[in-house]
């Protein structure tokens, strides 16, 4: 069972930038897409980016041009960069692992970790 970390979670102004990092357990990390997902108070959990074990990257409109997933295989690592960050965006952020090496949609992600906050002030 993989087990996935995140941090780098926190309190930001408007226009702040923050980077987020989750840890992967286990030595099969590259074979997996991997993902980040938010959840707001009040709201539905939102599929944020995803990153193939090919390292191909797709992002919710919300994000696009603002947020960057990325791996790093060797430390069974991945982030999301998170520039000009908005109000909107605050919210629980999520870690989260596909079932196969390509992942896009909700259903094709089974492992998630306990989340960071990341709240954004105007």
């Known amino acids: 069972q993989v087990q996935l970390v995140e941090s780098g979670g926190g309190l930001v102004q408007a226009g702040g930038s923050l980077r987020l990092s989750c840890a992967a357990s286990?030595?099969?990390?590259?074979?997996?897409?991997m993902g980040w997902f938010r959840q707001a108070p009040g709201k539905e959990r939102e599929l944020v980016a995803t990153?193939?074990?090919?390292?191909?990257?797709d992002y919710a409109d919300s994000v696009k041009g603002r947020f960057t997933i990325s791996r790093d295989n060797a430390k069974n690592m991945v982030y999301l960069q998170m520039n000009n960050l908005k109000p909107e965006d605050t919210a629980v952020y999520y870690c989260?692992?596909?079932?196969?090496?390509?992942?896009?949609?909700?259903?094709?992600?089974?492992?998630w970790g306990q989340g960071t906050q990341v709240t954004v002030s105007s």
């Open positions: 990153i193939t074990s090919g390292g191909s990257t």
């Open positions: 989260a692992r596909g079932t196969t090496g390509w992942a896009r949609r909700p259903r094709d992600f089974g492992s």
């Open positions: 286990g030595r099969t990390f590259s074979m997996y897409a």
